[in-house]
């Protein structure tokens, strides 16, 4: 055949990118296998916020000066403990972009009882006396059923709490429904959940459990520099087979990180 009758070369397509592959637990809540109860150390998460009396903004500037000075210190003091305690703290405010609360605080520790010795220390100051709690989330750290199915995604448990400028809290509670699909069903539809987040480099996930310990079945936190990826990924997970199995997810919470006297100013 002459080149002239040389059929002409197609361009390549460019490749698709492939969804990674999975292992699906067959028995993820261990009732067939009875599995032994899990007694590893874990770490516990506290989502504490705190909302201002109008009441303290009228008071002589000198002593709000000196009640936010005290409530500093104590904030800051609690995590003056040995290393092995493990105690972590990140710091929120939420002026203006939640009507019901002023500030956040994101602790860590492996102790349940370290989240009430912090709060005792808050109590003990006098602007303490100007604070209420409209929310306070409790959970625990544990390996996702789901995600580290994901080939070479390793089986690390340790959170990087506070990573970006923005935090996006919120309770998050599955339907009924979702516990008597099949393992099969739950992973696929979690692996197209996962495949959509793809492309979202710019958000971090940290979730963890509240089975028993809180009303919500899970606190789910994203980390992220940017708000719009956020509000984008957000859109597009609604699109997922999985979101029908949402029960609720609100109230959601934008924080903004800031140190405790950044917090301190926005209050007063």
């Not at 874990?42 to 709000?64: C, M, T, V, W």
């Not at 956040?104 to 006396?129: P, V």
């Given at each position: 055949?002459?080149?002239?009758?040389?059929?002409?070369?197609?361009?390549?397509?460019?490749?698709?990118?492939?969804?990674?592959?999975?292992?699906?637990?067959?028995?993820?809540?261990?009732?067939?296998?009875?599995?032994?109860?899990?007694?590893?150390?874990?770490?516990?998460?506290?989502?504490?916020?705190?909302?201002?009396?109008?009441?303290?903004?009228?008071?002589?500037?000198?002593?709000?000066?000196?009640?936010?000075?005290?409530?500093?210190?104590?904030?800051?003091?609690?995590?003056?403990?040995?290393?092995?305690?493990?105690?972590?703290?990140?710091?929120?405010?939420?002026?203006?972009?939640?009507?019901?609360?002023?500030?956040?605080?994101?602790?860590?520790?492996?102790?349940?009882?370290?989240?009430?010795?912090?709060?005792?220390?808050?109590?003990?100051?006098?602007?303490?006396?100007?604070?209420?709690?409209?929310?306070?989330?409790?959970?625990?750290?544990?390996?996702?059923?789901?995600?580290?199915?994901?080939?070479?995604?390793?089986?690390?448990?340790?959170l990087l709490p506070g990573q970006g400028r923005y935090l996006f809290v919120y309770?998050?509670?599955?339907?009924?429904?979702?516990y008597d699909l099949s393992p099969h069903a739950r992973q696929g539809m979690m692996?197209?959940?996962?495949?959509?987040?793809?492309?979202?480099?710019?958000?971090?996930?940290?979730?963890?459990?509240?089975?028993?310990?809180?009303?919500?079945?899970?606190?789910?936190?994203?980390?992220?520099?940017?708000?719009?990826?956020?509000?984008?990924?957000?859109?597009?997970?609604?699109?997922?087979?999985?979101?029908?199995?949402?029960?609720?997810?609100?109230?959601?919470?934008?924080?903004?990180?800031?140190?405790?006297?950044?917090?301190?100013?926005?209050?007063?």
């Open positions: 055949m002459s080149d002239e009758h040389a059929p002409e070369s197609q361009p390549t397509p460019p490749a698709r990118p492939q969804r990674p592959k999975m292992m699906v637990d067959l028995d993820p809540s261990g009732q067939v296998t009875q599995r032994d109860p899990d007694r590893a150390q874990r770490q516990y998460l506290n989502y504490a916020f705190y909302k201002l009396d109008a009441s303290f903004r009228r008071l002589p500037r000198d002593e709000q000066e000196d009640m936010k000075r005290e409530l500093q210190q104590a904030i800051e003091g609690w995590t003056n403990a040995p290393a092995e305690k493990g105690l972590i703290v990140r710091t929120y405010s939420t002026v203006g972009t939640r009507a019901e609360a002023d500030f956040m605080l994101w602790r860590i520790a492996f102790d349940l009882a370290d989240f009430q010795e912090a709060q005792a220390r808050i109590n003990r100051t006098r602007m303490g006396g100007y604070l209420t709690q409209p929310r306070n989330f409790i959970s625990m750290q544990k390996r996702s059923q789901y995600v580290n199915r994901i080939e070479g995604s390793g089986h690390g448990l340790e309770p998050f509670v599955k339907t009924r429904a979702w692996d197209e959940h996962i495949y959509a987040s793809g492309p979202f480099k710019g958000v971090r996930l940290n979730t963890s459990y509240s089975y028993g310990i809180d009303d919500q079945e899970f606190i789910v936190a994203f980390d992220s520099e940017y708000p719009q990826e956020f509000v984008d990924l957000v859109g597009r997970l609604r699109y997922t087979e999985a979101s029908l199995y949402t029960l609720s997810d609100t109230p959601m919470y934008t924080c903004i990180k800031k140190d405790v006297a950044g917090i301190l100013n926005d209050l007063a």
